[in-house]
């Protein structure tokens, strides 16, 4: 009989998003370093179309992980490459019904963290409808991400989790919403990025070779006037600016433009930044555990039907960073107070690491 593996990770560890490689990394590295087997479950739901265009994604990765000057840069995907070299992962599923065949394969559950519970992109496998009711399953940040859950899904939310043996999530929004509709405890903790510390993830960077001081952009979201602030603070600054976006957009005098960058290359420019200005929650995340001077943008408007503000609100008032919200350019550019920052942020981490210790070893049956 073979032997089961300690854990079933699932979280969206496939996105090409640096942010959820990263916290996909984290989470993997911390159980490992417990002690513990672990191995994502390599679950991507994807179109007919998606999985053709995944396919290939993953063969430009294989390839350039064997041959790296084989493919031109352009082929090359960084986040997959990143995945294939640090992340152990199952057989590919596609659906659902393909995920019950894990049964037998994994001595307990654990998903999360990222948005894989938000409402507006519930996919059922994500709060464990597969798993076997035999195997414990348990919940380390996941994130519903948004301020209320509609009430055509709270039955599906009540009906999988109510198997769960121990729930935590991201926000303490979300936490709410789930104590409300589940009547039982959950708790908050920190993004699985807190708990890979400072010195790690150093060591795992690759910093630029550029000796030019500069401002580190990372956007997803494409508003014009966000742009314009980062031009004049990064003036304020005799800064130049590094701005990694999806998005077209108007070239500016000293700005140099990447559309994506891989994890590592990532780290290595916050790394060797003067100031990160970010609308992205890990940019935000990753900014404070290198202790580097940064501003964090709203993405959505208080409108927006998927406003994911909250998540953000929810970090800077638990460090007590609410000043470093940026609604337009300001006065003077200030720098982040981490000796008052740190005996917070270790509070909380040390918190939530006991947590998740305490989840493995239930989990798999050490206590």
Not at 60 to 68: E, H, I, L, V
Not at 244 to 262: A, D, Q
Request: charged letters at 20%; one cysteine or more; a positive charge.
């Amino acid at each position: 009989m073979a032997v089961k593996t300690d854990v079933g990770l699932l979280t969206w560890h496939y996105q090409s998003n640096v942010g959820s490689c990263l916290q996909s990394y984290a989470l993997f590295h911390t159980i490992e370093q417990a002690g513990y087997s672990v191995r994502f479950i390599n679950y991507r739901p994807l179109s007919c179309i998606g999985l053709l265009k995944n396919h290939v994604k993953e063969i430009c990765a294989r390839a350039s992980s064997y041959f790296p000057f084989l493919l031109p840069r352009y082929f090359q995907v960084p986040a997959y490459c990143f995945q294939r070299k640090f992340l152990k992962q199952t057989v590919l599923y596609t659906t659902e019904r393909q995920l019950c065949s894990l049964k037998g394969q994994f001595k307990m559950y654990l998903c999360g963290s990222d948005q894989i519970w938000a409402p507006n992109v519930l996919d059922k496998a994500y709060l464990l409808s597969f798993a076997d009711d035999d195997t414990p399953k348990y919940s380390y940040g996941s994130s519903i991400g948004l301020p209320n859950i509609p009430e055509g899904k709270k039955s599906v939310y009540q009906h999988y989790l109510q198997r769960f043996h121990h729930i935590t999530v991201r926000e303490e929004q979300g936490a709410a919403l789930l104590r409300k509709l589940l009547n039982r405890p959950i708790e908050s903790v920190l993004d699985p990025t807190f708990l890979v510390d400072r010195m790690h993830w150093r060591e795992l960077a690759l910093l630029p070779q550029l000796n030019t001081p500069f401002l580190f952009c990372y956007l997803l979201g494409n508003n014009p006037e966000h742009y314009q602030w980062i031009n004049e603070i990064s003036q304020k600054r005799h800064l130049a600016v590094i701005c990694v976006t999806p998005h077209k957009v108007i070239h500016k005098k000293g700005w140099t433009y990447f559309s994506n960058m891989g994890p590592q290359e990532f780290l290595g420019y916050i790394l060797k930044s003067k100031l990160v200005v970010t609308d992205s929650f890990h940019g935000m995340a990753l900014s404070i555990n290198l202790q580097k001077d940064f501003y964090i943008l709203e993405r959505f408007t208080q409108e927006d039907p998927i406003n994911q503000n909250s998540r953000i609100y929810n970090l800077l008032d638990l460090l007590q960073l609410r000043d470093r919200l940026l609604t337009t350019v300001p006065l003077q550019v200030t720098s982040v107070s981490y000796e008052k920052i740190n005996p917070l942020l270790q509070e909380q981490r040390k918190r939530s690491n006991q947590i998740l210790q305490l989840m493995l070893r239930k989990g798999v049956g050490r206590e």
